[in-house]
T-cell receptor
Framework: NAGVTQTPKFQVLKTGQSMTLQCAQDMNHNSMYWYRQDPGMGLRLIYY???????DKGEVPNGYNVSRLNKREFSLRLESAAPSQTSVYFCASRVTRMGVTEAFFGQGTRLTVV | AQKITQTQPGMFVQEKEAVTLDCTYDTSDQSYGLFWYKQPSSGEMIFLIYQGSYDEQNATEGRYSLNFQKARKSANLVISASQLGDSAMYFCAMREGAAGGTSYGKLTFGQGTILTVHP
């Protein structure tokens, strides 16, 4: 059981380049999320998807797009990378069972934009 | 205003001692959830414990317990019998709204507390 899998783990982009961060979960969770983690800022929600076919903006959506391809996959796209998008990105999925909510994170993608 | 506040940037504890990591939150919702995560130096985020706003008892999970004081809006994490492997960054987070409601996507995190366990 792999849980939440993110690729790639590391990436360096030049300003203006585009890329897609991939995320997949094999736990049959409806909800999936993308966060970014910056020093001293905690984690901030970029986009989330409550279920297949739906996506919503989080706290810091500017400069990103997402796609919920199916229940398993939720990708994050940077169309034109900027140095301000240098960060560690986490994908997560969440489920509530019998009143208890559990959330699971991928291992993170360390992105540097130069 | 900060929705989640962790006032301790860093904490130190002796191995086998207990430690409390503070977390206060701000919400006007009646239904919400509180989470604690551990992030070791390897970077992954590990879910530790969850407390729902309507749960009458404090959540416990092994050596972790959540000291939930609703009136004070605090959700402190207590780690008993600290181990060297507990050294990590710890994040408190809140989900506003009911678990099945439309706001259940928005999980807000605090800035984290770095815990160092000394032998």
């Amino acid at each position: 059981n792999a849980g939440v899998t993110q690729t790639p783990k590391f990436q360096v982009l030049k300003t203006g380049q585009s890329m897609t961060l991939q995320c997949a979960q094999d736990m049959n969770h409806n909800s999936m999320y993308w966060y970014r983690q910056d020093p001293g800022m905690g984690l901030r929600l970029i986009y989330y998807s409550a279920s297949e076919g739906t996506t919503d903006k989080g706290e810091v959506p500017n400069g990103y797009n997402v796609s919920r391809l199916n229940k398993r996959e939720f990708s994050l796209r940077l169309e034109s990378a900027a140095p301000s998008q240098t960060s560690v990105y986490f994908c997560a999925s969440r489920v509530t069972r019998m009143g208890v909510t559990e959330a699971f994170f991928g291992q993170g993608t360390r992105l540097t934009v130069v | 205003a900060q929705k989640i506040t962790q006032t301790q940037p860093g904490m130190f504890v002796q191995e086998k001692e207990a430690v409390t990591l503070d977390c206060t939150y701000d919400t006007s919702d009646q239904s919400y959830g509180l989470f604690w995560y551990k992030q070791p130096s390897s970077g992954e985020m590990i879910f530790l414990i969850y407390q729902g706003s309507y749960d009458e008892q404090n959540a416990t999970e092994g050596r972790y317990s959540l000291n939930f004081q609703k009136a004070r809006k605090s959700a402190n994490l207590v780690i008993s019998a600290s181990q060297l492997g507990d050294s990590a960054m710890y994040f408190c987070a809140m989900r506003e709204g009911a678990a099945g409601g439309t706001s259940y996507g928005k999980l807000t995190f605090g800035q984290g507390t770095i815990l160092t366990v000394h032998p």
